[in-house]
């Protein structure tokens, strides 16, 4: 996963800057910049401008950036799984590199698996579902930043066209999705780390927790979307493991997943049900064409 530049050494760097062109130069937050930017909160979320001399400094507001430590933290070497505070209003722009969409109108393509994306998935031939029974869609989504994204996905043919009118139903509410790419082997069989928040579809792999039995993911038959905000709950087994803080469904935020709302309205529409209806247990992410 790439790696960004921490806030605490962005603002101090700013702050070095200005330093270096004006040694008198005292920093007040409560001065006025000339001719201040108005700037939105949903594009750009803060919690205020600094001006430093010539620079100004952005405080940006917890929850809406993404952490360095983001992915790199197995659970195991946690000495806790309380929810970080800063994935406690999760509300992160999707990875570095993620392309933006080409307009703010949703825009889709259904198309079959490129060899180059197979390679990068985790397809293979022990899989229960053939390559040329997949398809591979690209499709534009809101980030929790308000910018259009384009996203990726590999489904089984039967649904390409179903999944795509969900999205859009998705899009046109301006439904936030933190990433939207496609899962690889390693990944998937990687310790965890307790935090990741993609949505995806095909990925060759079991039931969760049952060895022997392929999941609907094997087969492109069923789509997580947010898991962060949507935990997965059996008994005591939280996953992510860092989610707890959104099994309390009263406060609600961006990202989350309700009964009756326009993901769940959505999928009900093409026939597949929600994991968030279930009594064994409860999957607040998950969708499926046969409603397992």
Not at 193 to 204: H, I, P, R
Request: with cysteine; net charge negative; charged share 20%.
């Amino acid at each position: 996963m790439r790696r960004t530049p921490g806030l605490a050494a962005s603002i101090g760097f700013a702050l070095f800057l200005s330093a270096c062109a004006s040694p008198a130069t005292t920093v007040s937050p409560t001065a006025t910049p000339s001719s201040p930017t108005i700037i939105s909160p949903i594009t750009a979320p803060t919690l205020g401008t600094y001006p430093v001399d010539t620079a100004i400094v952005t405080i940006l507001e917890i929850g809406t950036y993404r952490p360095e430590w983001l992915g790199q933290i197995l659970v195991s070497d946690r000495d806790t799984v309380d929810t970080p505070e800063e994935l406690r209003h999760r509300r992160f722009p999707p990875p570095p590199g993620t392309p933006l969409a080409p307009s703010d109108a949703f825009t889709s393509s259904i198309g079959a698996v490129p060899a180059d994306v197979a390679a990068r998935s985790s397809w293979s031939s022990e899989c229960p579902v053939a390559l040329e029974d997949l398809r591979y869609l690209e499709m534009t989504f809101w980030g929790f930043d308000g910018n259009a994204y384009l996203g990726e996905m590999m489904v089984h043919a039967d649904h390409a066209h179903d999944v795509v009118t969900v999205f859009s139903a998705l899009y046109d509410a301006r439904f936030p999705i933190e990433e939207m790419r496609i899962y690889s082997r390693e990944e998937i069989f990687a310790p965890p780390t307790g935090d990741l928040n993609n949505t995806s579809s095909f990925e060759c792999r079991p039931v969760a927790g049952v060895s022997g039995t392929w999941s609907q993911h094997a087969y492109g038959r069923a789509i997580d979307i947010n898991p962060f905000q949507n935990p997965y709950l059996r008994g005591t087994a939280l996953e992510p493991a860092l989610s707890g803080s959104y099994l309390d469904r009263s406060n609600r935020r961006e990202g989350m997943i309700r009964r009756g709302d326009v993901v769940v309205t959505a999928f009900a529409g093409i026939g597949w049900g929600w994991g968030g209806n279930w009594t064994a247990l409860t999957d607040l992410h998950h969708f499926s064409w046969n409603s397992k």
